[in-house]
């Protein structure tokens, strides 16, 4: 009877590998500290005085000096914990919030047959790169590399190869006695409508696709005729998920034994190739799809913050945005990216050729961050001539997808921190009226109008200058509706300061309104010509003086046009039925219609 043992699927176990930290599972058995781009501590496993225990999170494994202790993440539960595989692997998955696959039941005979995938792979790579140097079948190939001035030493590197014609490739399999189903079980043959099997690739360019271990495990094709599409990937595998991987992540990740500074995604394996054969490494790119979630994780585990580096014409511009969308419910204030996007019309090739190699590095250090990104994207896709030229309906939409990104972060003071720029950028660009509307408060004539918009400003000014009379007459003024724009937008922000620092200090108020890019009216607010028309506000000897104040602006601005209203309606109601509770009514209005002028009879505006 054939021994048949449980395992878990490759890519499930890559994944489970790719979402953990090696230094986080092995921090709490020993105090590492980062060595270049090792770790190093007393080893785990034996008693020692010196450190001898070294952890590279990159690789994902470990390795003791000392007592000869190595292995991967499994192996240090294993060992330490006195886990079984399966139960190692069922900790890191639930750790790593990876839902559990079905145990996969693998017989020995399978388990060969999965290494004839690797075995057919690697020999179709050394296929390719024969073919490519073959004096008559990679001329084309060659002739191609040579005008985007790839040199043979790079193309070495990175395994560059040739597909030929589909009858060579098909005669090297006969030649080779290989098996066309285990060809076609990793990509590199299908089957047609006519039952004939023919291969994948074909005179195309060939790039080898490579797993964070730098075994191949597919491969992509530029055409070199006039076949479609011109890039082509491998069918998905057992062995090979796209959504999982990047080209040219172990070129980044180890170049002579180093790893790139800086990690910067670009649109295709032409780009990483050319950026690499200019000397500058840590170009990876997606396979043909968008940016993903998961290799967004793979690139977090060596780089606290990749730059996204696409093209600046309007497709890549989207592609860029709806990258950093994807990834905003993962950012962390550890673990963020950037946006670098290029001039319109070039590649990062173009780029060095035009500017050099010094220029590219400055281009990658200035990439903009998520919160300096996002705002400009979104205001440019819905108010393309300018946010002051757009509509309020457009204003308040943008406004509101804004808020909606930023509550997109799960981390809440990152998400609060993300508000706080985006409305900063979406109000500077709206500054203009803040100075517009100050402008015109200080030119009025004494119109009933004129004084209104007078009133509130100084009913706010009075806010901005004692912010603890905000908190006493929150109730009553939360709801007033405002005929100054520039200040029904800005009090909300006096509102969420109250609600988030829980300070009554004037100075704590300047800091968080220049934090949320309303600094103008710190300058407005205390504006002399304001304050003149209010000195019986910012004279005041007392608290209560203050108040009552404040009070004659309230009465003046919202009391008395409601006490006249009240009293207007109540007489056109006596005028329809001539009663005694109604003319009761009107005389007790007309009473109170009369106090409330008595107490801001001395208000000049």
């Known amino acids: 009877m054939t021994q048949m043992r449980g395992t878990f699927p490759p890519s499930f176990l890559d994944e489970v590998r790719e979402r953990t930290s090696l230094v986080s599972i092995i921090s709490p058995y020993s105090k590492l500290v980062k060595k270049g781009r090792e770790y190093s501590g007393l080893c785990p496993f034996h008693q020692e005085k010196s450190p001898s225990f070294t952890v590279n999170d990159d690789k994902g494994v470990y390795y003791c000096f000392g007592c000869g202790a190595s292995g991967n993440v499994f192996d240090f539960l294993k060992d330490k914990m006195s886990m079984n595989f399966p139960e190692a692997v069922t900790y890191l998955a639930e750790r790593a919030g990876i839902p559990l696959p079905q145990m996969e039941q693998v017989s020995p005979e399978e388990h060969d047959a999965r290494k004839n995938l690797w075995d057919a792979l690697e020999a179709a790579t050394q296929y390719f790169e024969s073919c490519l140097q073959d004096p008559t079948l990679g001329k084309s190939a060659r002739e191609y590399l040579e005008r985007r001035q790839i040199q043979p030493t790079t193309q070495s590197h990175f395994r560059v190869g040739y597909a030929p014609p589909a009858k060579d490739f098909m005669a090297w399999t006969k030649r080779q006695q290989l098996d066309l189903n285990v060809?076609?079980?990793v990509g590199l043959v299908r089957t047609y409508e006519d039952g004939n099997k023919g291969p994948w690739f074909h005179h195309r360019i060939i790039f080898p696709i490579l797993n964070p271990q730098g075994k191949v495990i597919a491969f992509g094709g530029r055409v070199l005729g006039d076949q479609k599409?011109?890039?082509?990937?491998?069918?998905e595998t057992a062995l090979f998920n796209k959504r999982r991987v990047l080209y040219g992540l172990p070129y980044a990740q180890n170049r002579g034994g180093k790893k790139a500074e800086n990690v910067f995604v670009v649109e295709g394996y032409m780009d990483a190739i050319s950026l690499?054969?200019?000397g500058i490494q840590g170009a990876v790119a997606p396979l043909g799809t968008a940016l993903s979630e998961e290799q967004m994780q793979i690139l977090w585990r060596s780089w606290d913050s990749p730059v996204l580096c696409f093209d600046g014409d309007l497709a890549g511009r989207k592609a860029a945005f709806r990258s950093v969308e994807r990834m905003l419910p993962q950012i962390t204030t550890?673990?963020?990216l950037r946006v670098a996007l290029l001039p319109e019309g070039q590649d990062p090739d173009d780029f060095i050729?035009?500017?050099g190699i010094e220029k590219w590095k400055s281009f990658i250090k200035q990439a903009l961050s998520i919160d300096a990104f996002l705002p400009e994207e979104v205001i440019q896709a819905s108010a393309p001539k300018g946010l002051k030229n757009a509509s309020s309906e457009v204003q308040a939409s943008i406004k509101k997808h804004l808020s909606q990104l930023s509550k997109m972060v799960k981390d809440v003071d990152l998400s609060r921190a993300f508000?706080?720029?985006?409305?900063g950028v979406f109000y500077e660009k709206l500054r203009y009226k803040a100075q517009k509307s100050m402008k015109n408060q200080l030119h009025m004539t004494h119109t009933e109008h004129q004084a209104k918009r007078r009133c509130e400003w100084l009913i706010v000014s009075a806010f901005f200058h004692f912010p603890?009379?905000?908190?006493?007459?929150?109730?009553?003024f939360e709801n007033y509706e405002f005929q100054d724009q520039g200040l029904a937008e800005l009090v909300p922000f006096f509102f969420q300061y109250l609600e988030e620092e829980n300070s009554l200090e004037k100075e704590n108020l300047i800091t968080y309104l220049k934090n949320y890019g309303q600094g103008i009216w710190v300058e407005k607010f205390q504006d002399p010509k304001l304050l003149a028309h209010g000195r019986f506000l910012f004279d005041a000897t007392s608290p209560e003086i203050l108040r009552e104040g404040w009070q004659k602006l309230w009465d003046q601005l919202v009391t008395l046009p409601e006490a006249?209203?009240?009293l207007k309606s109540a007489e056109e109601q006596m005028a329809k039925d001539m009663t005694p509770e109604a003319w009761e009514r009107v005389q007790n209005l007309k009473a109170y219609l009369d106090e409330v002028r008595t107490r801001v009879q001395d208000i000049q505006l």
């Open 353 to 355: 050729k035009v500017h």
């Open 564 to 566: 006249e209203n009240d």
């Open 276 to 278: 690499a054969d200019k």
């Open 229 to 235: 599409p011109k890039y082509l990937n491998s069918p």
């Open 419 to 423: 508000e706080k720029k985006f409305l």
């Open 183 to 185: 060809l076609e079980k």
């Open 334 to 336: 550890s673990k963020t």
């Open 468 to 476: 603890w009379l905000l908190e006493e007459k929150l109730s009553q």
